[in-house]
């Protein structure tokens, strides 16, 4: 397992990535628990060209991380 490395913004940041994945009912945590799943597989979004991961968080949810 790897640690994955995530730049956060500011928490009260309207713009801003944690507020989104709250709007997801998602945590910090929970996202970085799908980053470090060992069976998170990666692709490349067909919508943004991004990079997406899917993963499991501690709970067993399955989320994608663009």
């Known amino acids: 397992m790897h640690d994955?490395?995530?730049?956060?913004?500011?928490d009260d940041d309207p713009d801003g990535n944690v507020v989104h994945i709250a709007e997801h009912d998602l945590t910090k945590d929970d996202v970085l628990?799908?980053?470090?799943?060992?069976?998170?597989?990666?692709?490349v979004s067909r919508s943004?060209?991004?990079?997406?991961?899917f993963g499991a968080t501690s709970d067993?949810?399955?989320?994608a991380v663009v």
């Open 4 to 10: 994955a490395i995530v730049i956060w913004d500011l």
């Open 60 to 63: 067993g949810r399955f989320i």
């Open 33 to 43: 628990d799908a980053l470090n799943d060992p069976n998170m597989k990666t692709d």
């Open 48 to 53: 943004s060209g991004h990079s997406i991961s």
